[in-house]
């Protein structure tokens, strides 16, 4: 299978950069949201395995590609819309690609491959957390984010926490589509699941995608390597968990008063 991962980001941090690195099985993207610092040119030569992608906010908004993130407050492009861009338009050779945001915490590219040849899950068009469904687009049941459906599409719709989740070359395709239809996308916690569902692509929600939470205050001595987590903000704790080095909590409760 010719895979990626995209790492979103608004500023690349080095413990990412340094994990990505090592990854041999995936062509490795970080999209970043800041442009006001050519990271391409910093990190040349010093990250060989990864290819940093920086995208102005005009290409995008000229192309159409806006408003992933409009119903929580977001600029109209961020890094998702940009990264929509990448491989809706640009790199458009990979059968799956993994979106990854930089405050999620897996323990290594061992986790995506396991999934990628489960045989369950190796023909999937979407991998996410869950998939929950609104079939006749009451904007008053479950979820409060569907009001910022209505005028996108019309239902059925679906949605989920996309925060890590596997997108495969047809739904890359439909999401394109739709976008040459409407001028823009939408949100992306509805974006994925309901054009994945109306096109009658086949979704899955594995196990290891169900520690994918919007708040949950997880317990970083307690992790399951298995699975995904977010959110886990502090990126020294990700090193802490792949056994790298402490907590940064525990070593700030170590220094002196």
Known sequence: MNAALCLLTKNPHQIWLDFLETFSNYDIYVVIDDNSVDYVKQYDGIYNNIKFIQINNDLCREHGYTNCNSAVGFPDIIAWDKAMYLFCELETRYDQVWFIEDDVFFQGEDVLIRMDRDYQHSCADLLTSFHELN????????????????????????????????????????????????????????????????????????GELATIHWNTNWDIQAIDKRFFYHPIKCIDDHLYIRGLAPALAFAEALEPM
């Open 135 to 206: 079939a006749d687009g009451n904007v008053w049941v479950g979820w409060n984010h569907w009001v910022n459906v209505v005028d996108r599409i019309p239902p059925p719709w679906a949605h989920s926490m996309v925060c890590a989740c596997r997108v495969s070359k047809p739904l890359l395709k439909k999401i394109r589509e739709y976008k040459q239809s409407r001028g823009h996308l939408f949100f992306i916690e509805a974006m994925f699941n309901t054009i994945a569902h109306q096109s009658g692509l086949h979704i899955q929600n594995p």
